[in-house]
């Protein structure tokens, strides 16, 4: 715990360490607590990594609250009907408003051997003296849980006869991100409603309905919303122009998104060089095509050390205060393999004290009232879109199963796409797309014309080949292209290590600004 008022703990410093000399009967089965710490409004515990950190006799902060007094629970979910074993490997565990639910993802392989992931809600339980499974100490299990996937409902993609849809209203939860303020809504990151555009979504947990709550060419991914649910903030790449050499034409359909989405995704970092910055947005994301928020670190210099100096980035995720005054987010410096040695970017030297490569900050708003928001109702365990789980016996289908053939896609506001989908022989998944647009427009703003093709070919399990061909022209409120060179563009990235690697290039122009591919990583 750090003070934020300037105050110190009895012991005479600005902070407490809450898990230090706990002693081992309690925290049996305990894991890691490095990941997404977070605290319940109870100000008794804490949640960090796959763990709930409690203190029997009050406050965390309190001077009652000694080691002995703290208790390190692991949280569980059951993978298997007879409910033996660990449990699943659950990841990115983000606590509900109500303090009562959790979300989180959960890495499985497809059919045909490559990485999926799922985003998953439950209720926490505490389990005092468990009698199946392990541990067999107190612990958390996760009941009560629903698969985010809506097996009954509209899929991303669809066709009838030779006519290829893409359905904007469906329900895409790549990865789970969090709950908006008040815990209506889930975010998350799902599939593309523009080409090698990775946004973030909302779906209501009761009625399904989703909305785009981001639209910038930018990658985003870890989000905070205030407690009053009217202000996000999050990271994102926006303003570094890492990724518009990918997303910079604008209006393209995510066509080829159906097996380049992942590889799109594993640029947003190189390694352990992150490119995220927090951005303050309205409840509503980017709404308005002049509306794109505000860096919320922009008021410095940009030199070293400087809170927006560029080789400082922020990691996940970023927290409001209860009065909703403050944000609070932290940031790692680029170190090597990152930097230095073969990797062209050269590495700073840190001058925070003792050298630290990490850092927490506070944002005050200082413009802002505090406030006081009443908690938050339990909701319900059941989401009436989502997909029941049954340990040992959910089947969660696959999304993106998309039969092969030539097809039309028709804009919504005018022209045309043909379209051709090809499947692996070996492996039945899709690993050719091709595209020719003929005056393609979905907003009336936006129109697309040429061609672009994809070939896929699996690497790993998290890694994929894409032999990439382009010469797009987009017109319309901007002028702009998306042109390969002529031996096309040829990309490996793997999506648990993020290290860019191509031959050829890829480069987008968009009223005269020309955005390039980043240099080779490794």
């Given at each position: 715990?750090?003070?934020?008022?300037?105050?110190?703990?009895?012991?005479?410093?600005?902070?407490?360490?809450?898990?230090?000399?706990?002693?081992?009967?309690?925290?049996?089965?305990?894991?890691?607590?490095?990941?997404?710490?977070?605290?319940?409004?109870?100000?008794?515990?804490?949640?960090?990594?796959?763990?709930?950190?409690?203190?029997?006799?009050?406050?965390?902060?309190?001077?009652?609250?000694?080691?002995?007094?703290?208790?390190?629970?692991?949280?569980?979910?059951?993978?298997?009907?007879?409910?033996?074993?660990?449990?699943?490997?659950?990841?990115?565990?983000?606590?509900?408003?109500?303090?009562?639910?959790?979300?989180?993802?959960?890495?499985?392989?497809?059919?045909?051997?490559?990485?999926?992931?799922?985003?998953?809600?439950?209720?926490?339980?505490?389990?005092?003296?468990?009698?199946?499974?392990?541990?067999?100490?107190?612990?958390?299990?996760?009941?009560?849980?629903?698969?985010?996937?809506?097996?009954?409902?509209?899929?991303?993609?669809?066709?009838?006869?030779?006519?290829?849809?893409i359905n904007r209203e469906a329900i895409t939860v790549g990865e789970f991100r969090g709950f908006t303020g008040r815990g209506n809504e889930v975010l998350y990151i799902g599939s593309p409603w523009e080409s090698c555009n990775v946004d973030l979504?909302?779906?209501?947990?009761?009625?399904?309905?989703?909305?785009?709550?981001?639209?910038?060419?930018?990658?985003?991914?870890?989000?905070?919303?205030?407690?009053?649910?009217?202000?996000?903030?999050?990271?994102?790449?926006?303003?570094?122009?890492?990724?518009?050499?990918?997303?910079?034409?604008?209006?393209?359909?995510?066509?080829?998104?159906?097996?380049?989405i992942a590889t799109v995704s594993s640029v947003r970092n190189n390694g352990v060089r992150r490119y995220f910055q927090p951005w303050l947005l309205d409840a509503q994301g980017d709404h308005d095509p002049n509306y794109y928020g505000q860096q919320?670190?922009?008021?410095?210099?940009?030199?070293?050390?400087?809170?927006?100096?560029?080789?400082?980035?922020?990691?996940?995720?970023?927290?409001?205060?209860?009065?909703?005054?403050?944000?609070?987010?932290?940031?790692?410096?680029?170190?090597?393999?990152?930097?230095?040695?073969?990797?062209?970017?050269?590495?700073?030297?840190?001058?925070?004290?003792?050298?630290?490569?990490?850092?927490?900050?506070?944002?005050?708003?200082?413009?802002?009232?505090?406030?006081?928001?009443?908690?938050?109702?339990?909701?319900?365990?059941?989401?009436?879109?989502?997909?029941?789980?049954?340990?040992?016996?959910?089947?969660?289908?696959?999304?993106?199963?998309?039969?092969?053939?030539?097809?039309?896609?028709?804009?919504?506001?005018?022209?045309?796409?043909?379209?051709?989908?090809?499947?692996?022989?070996?492996?039945?998944?899709?690993?050719?797309?091709?595209?020719?647009?003929?005056?393609?427009?979905?907003?009336?703003?936006?129109?697309?014309?040429?061609?672009?093709?994809?070939?896929?070919?699996?690497?790993?399990?998290?890694?994929?080949?894409?032999?990439?061909?382009?010469?797009?022209?987009?017109?319309?409120?901007?002028?702009?292209?998306?042109?390969?060179?002529?031996?096309?563009?040829?990309?490996?990235?793997?999506?648990?290590?993020?290290?860019?690697?191509?031959?050829?290039?890829?480069?987008?122009?968009?009223d005269g600004v020309v955005y390039k591919q980043p240099l080779n990583e490794a």
């Open positions: 715990m750090v003070s934020t008022n300037g105050t110190n703990f009895s012991t005479g410093d600005p902070w407490k360490c809450v898990t230090c000399g706990v002693p081992e009967n309690n925290k049996v089965g305990s894991t890691s607590l490095s990941d997404y710490p977070q605290t319940f409004a109870d100000g008794r515990r804490a949640m960090a990594g796959i763990n709930i950190i409690e203190c029997r006799v009050g406050q965390l902060a309190s001077d009652e609250c000694t080691p002995d007094q703290i208790y390190i629970y692991p949280i569980r979910m059951s993978n298997k009907a007879e409910d033996s074993g660990s449990g699943a490997s659950i990841r990115e565990l983000r606590l509900h408003p109500d303090n009562v639910h959790l979300g989180f993802n959960s890495y499985s392989t497809t059919s045909s051997g490559q990485l999926n992931e799922n985003g998953y809600f439950g209720r926490l339980h505490f389990n005092e003296s468990p009698t199946t499974g392990s541990p067999r100490s107190a612990r958390y299990d996760v009941v009560n849980v629903t698969v985010l996937v809506s097996p009954n409902g509209l899929q991303p993609y669809s066709v009838t006869g030779d006519r290829l849809y979504f909302a779906v209501d947990l009761s009625t399904g309905c989703v909305r785009r709550v981001t639209t910038h060419p930018g990658y985003v991914d870890p989000v905070g919303d205030s407690p009053d649910g009217r202000w996000q903030v999050i990271l994102d790449t926006r303003g570094t122009d890492r990724m518009e050499f990918l997303s910079g034409m604008r209006g393209i359909p995510p066509v080829t998104d159906l097996i380049t919320v670190n922009a008021d410095g210099n940009g030199q070293p050390g400087s809170v927006n100096d560029p080789n400082w980035n922020a990691g996940a995720d970023p927290r409001w205060s209860p009065d909703g005054t403050r944000i609070m987010y932290w940031q790692k410096m680029v170190i090597p393999p990152a930097c230095g040695g073969t990797n062209p970017l050269p590495c700073p030297i840190s001058i925070e004290p003792g050298g630290r490569t990490t850092r927490l900050m506070m944002a005050r708003l200082t413009s802002r009232q505090p406030y006081h928001t009443d908690p938050v109702h339990p909701v319900s365990d059941t989401i009436p879109w989502g997909l029941p789980y049954t340990p040992g016996d959910t089947s969660i289908p696959e999304v993106l199963n998309v039969p092969p053939g030539n097809f039309t896609l028709h804009g919504l506001f005018s022209g045309l796409a043909h379209v051709v989908l090809q499947k692996s022989e070996a492996t039945s998944d899709i690993n050719f797309i091709s595209a020719t647009y003929h005056n393609y427009s979905d907003d009336g703003l936006h129109y697309i014309n040429g061609y672009e093709s994809v070939a896929a070919t699996m690497v790993s399990y998290s890694s994929t080949r894409l032999d990439w061909h382009s010469n797009l022209t987009g017109t319309g409120v901007s002028s702009s292209t998306k042109i390969t060179s002529p031996d096309g563009f040829h990309v490996v990235d793997d999506a648990m290590t993020n290290i860019f690697h191509a031959n050829g290039t890829l480069v987008t122009t968009v």
